[in-house]
């Protein structure tokens, strides 16, 4: 569970120093930092869905995927 939090921290402040960087903006930053991990766990929850589906036939194809 360390490592977790500790990686979400770093997630955390990549996330919000690029869009405030791109901004100029604190609240837009902060609020970029706090969307943008949960709009990626639901987009993984598709992925997954996705991979689960095609996935096994782009592991069959021997490119190494």
């Not at 360390?2 to 837009?28: C, E, I, N, R």
């Given at each position: 569970?360390?490592?977790?939090?500790?990686?979400?921290?770093?997630?955390?402040?990549?996330?919000?120093?690029?869009?405030?960087?791109?901004?100029?903006?604190?609240?837009?930053?902060?609020?970029?930092a706090?969307?943008?991990?949960?709009?990626?766990?639901?987009?993984?929850?598709?992925?997954?869905?996705?991979?689960?589906?095609?996935?096994?036939?782009?592991?069959?194809?021997?490119?190494?995927?």
């Amino acid at each position: 569970m360390p490592k977790t939090l500790t990686f979400a921290l770093v997630h955390f402040t990549v996330a919000f120093s690029v869009a405030y960087l791109l901004s100029g903006d604190l609240l837009v930053g902060g609020l970029i930092a706090l969307v943008e991990p949960m709009v990626n766990t639901v987009a993984y929850f598709f992925h997954e869905k996705a991979w689960n589906k095609f996935g096994s036939k782009l592991d069959n194809t021997g490119l190494g995927v």
